[in-house]
C-alpha cells in the first residue's frame, strides 16, 4: 500500500516555506524523501530511521513520529531549485514503497 | 559514485512479446526494486529483491517477473507485453533496510 502524501501540489514564491506530509497504515522501519525533475531519475534528500537517526542534506529537515507513521518535509526559503516533484518512500519489511508524489513549484 | 544502469532509455515492443528490461548496478548493493511511473499514480513498486536468487512481490506484480541471478543484476520480465503495461520504469538500489536509494535514469516502454 502507497503512503499517502499531502498537498498533492503547491506553488510557492521564492523565499516562502512549505510543509509537505506523508503518511502511513503500516509499521515503518524508516522513512525516505527524494525529488524528481521533469526527464530525470529521483534523487535522495534525505532518510528518518526509527529511533531518531536522520541522514541527508544540510538544507533539508524532516520530523518522523513513529507511533503515528507520519513523516513531514520542511522546506524553508524556496528557492527556484527546489521545484520538482517531491517523493515520500516508506520502508516496512525490506519493502521500499512510494507515495504519488507532491508537485512543487517555486515561482520569482 | 554509485551507478545504477538501465539498458535501454527507450524501447518500442508489439502486444505479445515477451520483454526483458535490465537493470545493472556496480557498488555491491544488496536491495533492488523494480518501479513503474504513471502520471498522478506516482511510483508504484512491482517487485523487489533483497538478495542474490531472493524476490519479492510488491504492489502490482501481475503480468510481471524478475530475475536476480548476480547480484549486480536484476531483470524485469514482461511475459507477454500489453498497452496496458506502457510507462516508464524505473530501477533502484540500496546497500540495505537504512541506507539510501539510487535510482536508473528509467525506461520508458510503449507496447503497441
Known amino acids: 500500500q502507497q503512503p499517502v502524501q499531502s498537498p498533492q501540489a503547491v506553488i510557492l514564491r521564492e523565499g516562502e516555506d512549505a510543509v509537505i506530509n506523508c503518511s502511513s497504515s503500516k509499521a515503518l522501519y524508516s522513512v525516505h524523501w527524494y525529488r524528481q525533475k521533469h526527464g530525470e531519475a529521483p534523487v535522495f534528500l534525505m532518510i528518518?530511521?526509527?529511533?531518531?537517526e536522520q541522514k541527508g542534506h544540510e538544507k533539508i529537515s524532516a520530523s518522523f513520529n513513529e507511533k503515528k507513521q507520519q513523516s513531514s518535509l520542511y522546506l524553508t526559503a524556496s528557492q527556484l531549485s527546489y521545484s520538482g516533484t517531491y517523493f515520500c518512500?516508506?520502508?516496512?519489511?525490506?519493502?521500499?514503497?512510494f507515495g504519488k508524489g507532491t508537485k512543487l513549484s517555486v515561482i520569482p | 559514485d554509485v551507478k545504477v544502469t538501465q539498458s535501454s532509455r527507450y524501447l518500442v515492443k508489439r502486444t505479445g512479446e515477451k520483454v526483458f528490461l535490465e537493470c545493472v548496478q556496480d557498488?555491491?548493493?544488496?536491495?533492488m526494486f523494480w518501479y513503474r511511473q504513471d502520471p498522478g499514480l506516482g511510483l508504484r513498486l512491482i517487485y523487489f529483491?533483497?538478495?542474490?536468487?531472493?524476490?519479492e512481490k510488491g504492489d502490482i506484480p501481475e503480468g510481471y517477473s524478475v530475475s536476480r541471478e548476480k547480484k549486480e543484476r536484476f531483470s524485469l520480465i514482461l511475459e507477454s507485453a500489453s498497452t496496458n503495461q506502457t510507462s516508464m520504469y524505473l530501477c533502484?538500489?540500496?546497500?540495505?533496510?537504512?541506507?539510501?536509494?539510487?535510482f536508473g535514469q528509467g525506461t520508458r516502454l510503449t507496447v503497441v
Open positions: 533502484a538500489s540500496r546497500y540495505r533496510a537504512g541506507t539510501e536509494a539510487f
Open positions: 529483491s533483497y538478495d542474490v536468487k531472493m524476490k
Open positions: 518512500g516508506t520502508v516496512s519489511y525490506y519493502q521500499l514503497t
Open positions: 557498488m555491491d548493493h544488496e536491495n
Open positions: 528518518l530511521l526509527k529511533g531518531g
